[in-house]
């Protein structure tokens, strides 16, 4: 059982252009939460989702940042016209919505020059 | 590829016990490691871990990494009902990889 996806692993994006993270949930999990990681070693909630639905986008900026989780494919995060401040570390984490646990992805590292 | 394996998965506790909680690793670079704490919504950081041997403390929490043997334990003394969540440990190399975390449900 393959655990959760994140790709790509890196991303380089210039600032203006778009940046699109893909992330898998495990087999049979059906909600994806993503993270932004802190610099003081914190994790920032952004956005819950379920299949096609958006449960929770709280943490998530109001301008840029969107989130999606189609019935078929993967959740994909896209922020649209990245500035620097945007470079962080990206974590995906699904749960089967049945228990608390989260299963954490390995991450997709954004830098934007 | 580098891995992060927490034990036990689950742990149920009466109020007043002590418990420890164990995160084992395989990393290359490895750089600190990291204990959290999932209830809600982000995981609250509770700990990190560069040095091997030297205790890290925080009220009834404390943890130590061994890195010579590659892994590290949580401990929480005198549990209460509000420690029950579910505790990560993530090992930060060239990336930051969590294990599967243990669910600790603490009762009255």
């Known amino acids: 059982n393959a655990g959760v996806m994140q790709n790509p692993r890196h991303l380089v994006r210039r600032r203006g252009q778009e940046a699109r993270l893909r992330c898998s949930p495990m087999k049979g999990h059906s909600h994806v939460y993503w993270y932004r990681q802190l610099p003081e070693e914190g994790l920032k909630f952004m956005v819950y989702?379920?299949?096609?639905?958006?449960?929770?986008e709280s943490g998530m900026p109001k301008e840029r940042f969107s989130a999606e989780f189609p019935k078929e494919g993967p959740s994909i995060l896209r922020i649209q016209q990245v500035v620097r401040g945007d470079s962080a570390a990206y974590f995906c984490?699904?749960?089967?919505?049945?228990?608390?646990?989260?299963?954490f992805g390995p991450g997709t590292r954004l830098l934007v020059l | 590829e580098d891995k992060v394996v927490q034990s036990p998965l689950s742990l149920v506790v009466h109020e007043g016990d002590t418990v420890t909680l164990n995160c084992s690793y395989e990393?290359?670079?490895?750089?600190?490691l990291l204990w959290y704490k999932q209830e809600k919504k982000a995981p609250t950081f509770l700990f990190m871990l560069?040095?091997?041997?030297i205790e890290k403390k925080s009220g009834r929490l404390s943890s130590i990494l061994d890195k010579k043997e590659l892994f590290s334990i949580l401990n929480i003394t005198a549990t209460q009902t509000g420690d029950s969540a579910v505790y990560l440990c993530?090992?930060?190399?060239?990336?930051?990889?969590f294990g599967a975390g243990t669910r600790l449900t603490v009762k009255p």
């Open positions: 984490a699904s749960s089967d919505g049945t228990k608390e646990t989260q299963y």
């Open positions: 989702l379920q299949k096609e639905n958006i449960i929770d």
């Open positions: 990393v290359t670079n490895f750089r600190s």
């Open positions: 993530a090992v930060r190399s060239n990336d930051m990889r």
């Open positions: 560069t040095s091997s041997g």
